[in-house]
């Protein structure tokens, strides 16, 4: 009962690096989430999926691709890390009925210098 | 999507009961309440959804008055392990986009 996993959990990139942060989930949930959150701050969205094959710009999508591969797997890529996207990121997936509620990852911390 | 108003922070003492309450005046006909919990370095975490009236689980209860503009979590006796941030989201599952997490409610329960 895994629920959704997140890797890295840790990584340090220097500006201008590329990286692609994996999130995977196994309860056959449609929507998927990647949220970011700062210090002392609410999650902010970043990207979301309602459905394989399609995906959607949050709040905070500059710097940022996804890519949906399957039902299964949402990636979250950066393609030139900036020290601004140094933060805590969080992928989620969301139930689509009455008791819609989210269930997160154990977050990956990505520190950019 | 209904915007949320809650307490950006709260201190508690061991053994008592907590009580956070979330304004959301636009609350829509279907949309339903939910409340997280997130611990540092960690993601939130589900605690209670209701739509009416009164909810309790082992964990919480939610109290919703009749005209849902407003929810109280209500924590009781608690203790350093509550220390957290609660967060309370307004939507319904019709809707495949995003909810919007706010700043949440620091809680710090003290000794």
């Known amino acids: 009962n895994a629920g959704v996993t997140q890797t890295p959990k840790f990584q340090v990139l220097k500006t201008g690096q590329s990286m692609t942060l994996q999130c995977a989930q196994d309860?056959?949930?449609?929507?998927m989430y990647w949220y970011r959150q700062d210090p002392g701050m609410g999650l902010r969205l970043i990207y979301y999926?309602?459905?394989?094959?399609?995906?959607d710009k949050g709040e905070v999508p500059n710097g940022y691709n996804v890519s949906r591969l399957n039902k299964r797997e949402f990636s979250l890529r950066l393609e030139s890390a900036a020290p601004s996207q140094t933060s805590v990121y969080f992928c989620?997936?969301?139930?689509?009925?009455?008791?819609?509620?989210?269930?997160f990852g154990s977050g990956t911390r990505l520190t950019v210098v | 999507l209904a915007k949320t108003t809650q307490p950006i922070s709260m201190d508690s003492y061991e053994g008592q009961e907590v009580n956070i309450t979330c304004s959301h005046n636009?609350?829509?006909?279907?949309?339903?309440i939910t409340w997280y919990q997130q611990f540092p370095s960690q993601g939130p975490r589900f605690i209670i959804q209701?739509?009416?009236t009164k909810v309790t689980n082992e964990v919480a209860s939610l109290f919703i008055p009749a005209d849902r503009k407003s929810s109280t979590l209500s924590l009781p006796r608690v203790s350093l392990s509550d220390t957290a941030v609660y967060y309370c989201?307004?939507?319904?599952?019709?809707?495949?986009?995003?909810?919007?997490f706010g700043s949440g409610t620091q809680l710090t329960v003290l000794p």
């Open positions: 999926s309602a459905s394989e094959g399609t995906t």
């Open positions: 989620a997936s969301r139930r689509e009925d009455r008791n819609y509620g989210y269930t």
């Open positions: 209701g739509y009416k």
């Open positions: 309860m056959n949930h449609n929507s």
């Open positions: 989201l307004v939507g319904n599952s019709g809707s495949a986009r995003q909810l919007t």
């Open positions: 636009n609350i829509a006909t279907n949309d339903y």
